[in-house]
Structures are given as C-alpha cells and as structure tokens.
C-alpha cells in the first residue's frame, strides 16, 4: 500500500505482487494496460521525459490540471505508478534504464516501430540484460505489415476496423464511438496477453515479446457482426440502437426517458405483451416468430411504445426486470456513478492528498473482485518525475551521481 509519510509503496497484496512493470507508453493505450496491472498490484514504474512527460499529463476538461502536468486524462489512468523522470536519449538515461531491466521482468512501450530499435533499447538489445524479460509493444498497426509505420490515434483506427460503419442507423452514420474504444481495446489486450506470458514464464523460464496490433485487436471484438460477413456472407448494416439479432430488442420511448429492452426469448416477448395489456401481439403473424418480429421492426416499437409511454423508465425497469424481462434505463456518467450498484460495486477510489493538487482525485478500480474485492491502486498517480531519486538510489546510484545526471538534462 501507500504511505502518505514516507512517500514509499510498500509491498502489496495483490495477484501481481512482486511484478515489475517498466511502462514506458504514452496517452491511453499503453498507460491503461499498465494500470491494469498497477491494479493487479505490479510495481509498475512509469518511465517519462523530464521535460513534459505523458502528453496524456497536458490532456482533459480542466485547463488548470493540464498546465500543472496532472490532466484529468492522466490521472484517470496512471495510480498506482511510479514516475522516473528519464531521458532515453541520453546515454546516462539509457544506462539507468538497463540497469532497471536487469531487475524487472516486463517492459511496456507504444512508440511507433523502430523507435526502441534506435534507441539501442528494443527487445532484442535488452533480452541479454535479462533473459526471461516480456516486452510488449503496442502499435496501431503492430510491428509488420504495410501500414506499421503509420501514426495511430483511436478515431483513425476506429474508422479503419469498421467500428465507425457500424455506428449510426440507416440514415446517419458513421460515427465515431464516444469514448477511445480501441486504445481501450488495445491496452486490455495488452495486460491479458502480459498476465499470459507471466503464468507461462513462471512453468518454463521462458521470456516473451508481444506484438499488439490495436487494429488487430479491436477486430477481434466485432464479434457478431464480423461472423456474419465471413461465415454467413451477411454484409451488417447500420442499425442504430436496435439489436441485430432480435425484436424487441432495442431502445424505447416511454413517458420519462429511455429504456432499454432485450426480449431476445420467445417466452420474454410474450411476457412483455401481457405486461402492457398487448397479449394478442403473441399471435399476430407479423410478431408470432422471431424472424417476423425482425422484418415487422418498426410496426412493433411503434405499438409497444404506445403502451410504454404511460409509465416512466424508471419504473418499466423495475416492473420487467421482477417479470424476467431484461430492461434498463439509459443513464450518463453522472447518473451512473451515483447508481445503487456502482455505489455498492466500490467501482470507485478516492484519493484526499496529491502532491500539488488541492483537491481529492476519484478513479474506476479494475472491472472485477479478486475474493471478494475490488482491485485497488496502492497509491495516487504520481507527478512527474516524483520517485526519481528514490528509484535511482534503490539501483544503487549515489547522490554525487544523481546530481550530475541532473545536471547533464538526463533526468
């Protein structure tokens, strides 16, 4: 855990305790894979630039928390780090980086190919440092290939996957998921891949290098939709918020707010026609069969929501949820997090104290327990460059030496 006197992280608790993580990565990708294993209870060393750090450090809604090196976008995705202030170009900050690696069992970067490679630190140069070391890279395109050169944010690989023509309905569209969906993609792969290779080094000694392909990754999860083109020939089409495979099945209108409904079952549609008093849509042959549900779509929401429109969502999602019919409301993100079951979850941290901040810090644990608890960071995210020293004399340098790197701009 964290002692707020000493500044120090003390051993943890956690699955990944004894785990050294050096994360060298920047923005979202990269960092939310090391916090993953930050949550996990990894010592994860977060290896910045001294002049500036993570860009993710400069980003998010609050211009006083960007131009004090603490942006929003940084803390959501960096407790439970340490910062090492570190200039890789240097060659003082690169001998301070092997030495590191000789003592660490996983480095984690998302630069572009080849910037590792001529820095002299790619896996290659650093494996005889340490034999059974895991080295994961993220790219946007992965280390081959014809496009693995190219720069890479969400939006470009949100649109070169095919996320984007799947988001809209028939007559708007596409568009962009709200939120980076593929660096969030990208960096949860990256930590189940990393977690793998652990488990695997731990049965035969052996290190890894792991190429993760953000493109790749996020294919991966298209799921359904990819399916029925490749084994079906079904080319998916644009439906906004109904569901593909099922009516009703999809968002309504009632009379305050929207509701989602899956009556994906034969018997959860004939549940919910009895609920609002439409028992005879069960036999009409338009409705009767899953196949004419899906071709009569839209006469169906249209005589559903007649029904739903006397009630508000609140209410339709408990009355058809007690009758076994899944339903929810759609909430934002401040309702949500003030939700009974996020409030109950513990989906939350809280940070009171932050060096150079005034105020405290909440961000999401991991989405899971481990025996019964929630995953947590053993301390808040760090400012830039907070735990050089401490990190630099664990490695054995003395002050003299500290001071003179200082003073050569390698730290």
């Not at 979202?28 to 002049?51: N, T």
């Not at 079906?232 to 929207?258: H, I, Y």
């Not at 997090?337 to 405290?360: E, K, M, N, S």
Request: charged fraction near 20%; proline fraction near 5%.
């Amino acid at each position: 855990m964290f002692d707020q006197a000493t500044q120090k992280i003390t051993t943890g608790t956690g699955l990944l305790s004894g785990v050294r993580v050096l994360d060298l990565t920047n923005v979202l990708a990269g960092p939310f894979c090391g916090y993953q294993l930050a949550l996990l209870g990894a010592d994860v060393i977060k290896v910045e630039m001294p002049e500036g750090g993570d860009l993710a450090r400069q980003l998010g809604a609050s211009p006083a928390l960007n131009k004090q090196l603490m942006g929003a976008s940084f803390l959501a995705q960096n407790a439970g780090k340490r910062s090492l202030a570190l200039d890789l170009k240097k060659p003082a900050g690169a001998d301070v980086f092997r030495r590191l690696v000789a003592q660490s069992d996983v480095v984690l970067e998302n630069f572009r190919p080849g910037v590792m490679e001529r820095l002299g630190l790619d896996y290659a140069s650093l494996r005889p440092l340490r034999e059974n070391l895991i080295y994961c890279a993220i790219s946007g395109f992965g280390q081959d290939g014809p496009l693995r050169k190219n720069p890479a944010y969400d939006q470009i690989i949100q649109g070169l996957s095919g996320v984007m023509s799947l988001t809209g309905d028939a007559n708007l569209g596409p568009f962009r998921v709200g939120y980076p969906v593929c660096d969030t993609i990208g960096g949860i792969t990256a930590a189940f891949a990393i977690c793998a290779a652990l488990y695997r080094r731990k049965e035969t000694g052996e290190g890894q290098f792991i190429d993760v392909s953000m493109l790749d990754a996020t294919l991966v999860t298209l799921g359904w939709p990819l399916s029925n083109w490749l084994i079906a020939g079904v080319e998916p089409r644009r439906m906004g918020n109904d569901n593909v495979t099922a009516s009703p099945s999809g968002t309504f209108r009632t009379g305050a707010g929207l509701l989602n409904i899956a009556a994906n079952k034969q018997e959860q549609f004939e549940t919910l026609c009895e609920i609002l008093g439409l028992q005879h849509l069960a036999s009409d042959p338009r409705f009767a069969h899953r196949e004419s549900r899906k071709a009569s779509r839209a006469e169906l929401t249209a005589l559903l929501e007649e029904s739903l429109l006397h009630r508000t969502a609140a209410e339709w999602e408990v009355i058809l949820n007690d009758a076994g019919v899944p339903a929810g409301r759609v909430l934002d993100l401040p309702d949500v997090l003030v939700h009974p079951q996020i409030q109950h979850r513990g989906l939350t941290q809280v940070f009171d104290a932050i060096p150079g901040l005034d105020h405290a810090v909440t961000v999401v644990r991991a989405g899971f327990k481990v025996s019964g608890r929630p995953a947590e960071a053993a301390s808040p995210p760090p400012t830039l460059g907070q735990h050089t020293d401490a990190l630099l004399a664990e490695l054995g340098y003395a002050a003299s030496e500290i001071d003179r790197m200082r003073a050569e701009g390698a730290l």
